[in-house]
């Protein structure tokens, strides 16, 4: 099976000079769905699915874990191209970012890129960002980070005289906003939301780090926890981008994707610049996904073949009563605005959710402000009988 990451369509994103690089950024929570919009993008002509790229250094160059593609991301012909391009001792006007060997210190950026994106940091971030000023204190690791989109953007073979867009899947709006800020990078934010207590019930869910052969599991947050990173990072997102204009931000509910998966897909491409000839979604309802070169994410990013997208709705029975309270508590902030009721939505006969509260327009293109059949589901991590369930990348 052809791996994608190959384009042949230009659309009205326009000619990027030599050395940019389109980025399509994911921002948002965990478990919205991120993961299969990103291989669904990456099926695309002119789209990379690059995955959650700020675990490249740990997850891909330090662990060397799986690329979506099958093999280990050092030995991956794109990613090996592209550590090729990326600045050696003799390239960079500080030595930083490199270990004593002279090649790239992937632990230490790693590790300084948590430091400097930790949670804590963020009343800062957004003071600095208010006044007009970088809102992340540049480090010399910016240099490599920005080299790898760069030359991601120069190895992806596309036909697309705009280059190829990078769709990365980070999610955390900081890593948005330290990209948004390197020179070379031409960043637009694509916000995805889900229902929190959908995501709240997902984090439950006991996955798999990387997929089956992985003995390690995902963190399971308490429900309370979720309930408050939806809403610091939602809000966050949307502080940060939402008046940006419509050429920079678009907002989505993972639950509209599900309901109209074309329509929403191909508006996300005309978004990041791109008009698709052919979507991946057969008439019957099915996502075609061929292999990707995603460095990190859900397990479900290695997910190939004709899928079927159906409802995950089993969160609506099975998310008890004071779970779901806590939850609706401290996300009620946003809860109207994003078109979610704050109460528990009924059921269908068929298992979907209950169409959605219309959301109240604000600035910035806002996909599916119509009824909604399956709301409240999404894209499982991890397959399940075949079938992709729940958003939970």
């Not at 390239?91 to 994106?117: F, Q, W, Y």
């Not at 990365?168 to 934010?189: A, C, H, I, Q, T």
């Not at 003995?215 to 939806?230: E, F, I, T």
């Not at 940060?240 to 509910?253: E, K, M, Q, T």
Request: proline share 10%.
């Amino acid at each position: 099976m052809a791996v994608r990451g190959v384009g042949s369509t230009t659309g009205p994103g326009g000619f990027l000079p030599a050395g940019r690089a389109r980025v399509l950024y994911l921002a948002g929570s965990g478990r919205s769905g991120s993961t299969l919009v990103t291989t669904m993008l990456g099926q695309l002509d002119g789209f990379v699915a690059a995955g959650e790229l700020r675990y490249l250094w740990q997850r891909g160059l330090v662990e060397n874990r799986l690329c979506g593609c099958g093999q280990p991301v050092r030995d991956c012909p794109l990613w090996s191209a592209v550590l090729r391009d990326l600045p050696g001792p003799d390239e960079t006007p500080s030595d930083a970012a490199l270990s004593d060997a002279g090649r790239i210190d992937a632990a230490g950026i790693a590790g300084r890129l948590r430091s400097r994106l930790r949670m804590r940091g963020l009343p800062g971030m957004l003071r600095r960002h208010r006044a007009g000023r970088p809102a992340i204190d540049r480090h010399p690791d910016d240099e490599v980070i920005g080299a790898v989109y760069r030359a991601l953007a120069r190895h992806a073979p596309t036909l697309a005289a705009g280059g190829p867009v990078i769709v990365d899947s980070s999610k955390l709006p900081p890593y948005g906003l330290l990209l948004d800020g390197l020179p070379g990078l031409d960043v637009r934010v694509l916000h995805l939301v889900r229902d929190p207590r959908a995501t709240a019930y997902s984090w439950r869910r006991r996955r798999r780090l990387d997929g089956p052969a992985d003995d390690r599991l995902m963190s399971r947050p308490p429900v309370w926890k979720a309930a408050l990173l939806w809403l610091v990072w939602n809000v966050t997102t949307r502080r940060l981008w939402s008046a940006a204009g419509p050429d920079r931000y678009l907002r989505i509910r993972y639950e509209d994707l599900v309901a109209d998966p074309a329509a929403v897909l191909r508006r996300i491409a005309r978004f990041a610049g791109s008009d698709p000839v052919e979507l991946p979604i057969t008439p019957d309802g099915l996502v075609r996904l061929a292999p990707t070169h995603s460095v990190a994410g859900n397990p479900s990013r290695h997910r190939v073949g004709a899928v079927p997208i159906s409802p995950d709705a089993e969160w609506i029975g099975k998310l008890s009563g004071r779970p779901y309270a806590v939850v609706t508590a401290i996300a009620a902030p946003l809860l109207r605005r994003f078109g979610y009721p704050l109460r528990r939505p009924p059921a269908t006969q068929t298992g979907a959710t209950a169409a959605p509260t219309p959301r109240p327009a604000e600035p910035g293109p806002v996909v599916g402000a119509g009824p909604v059949v399956g709301a409240g589901s999404g894209v499982e991590a991890e397959p399940v009988a075949g079938v992709v369930r729940g958003g939970e990348g």
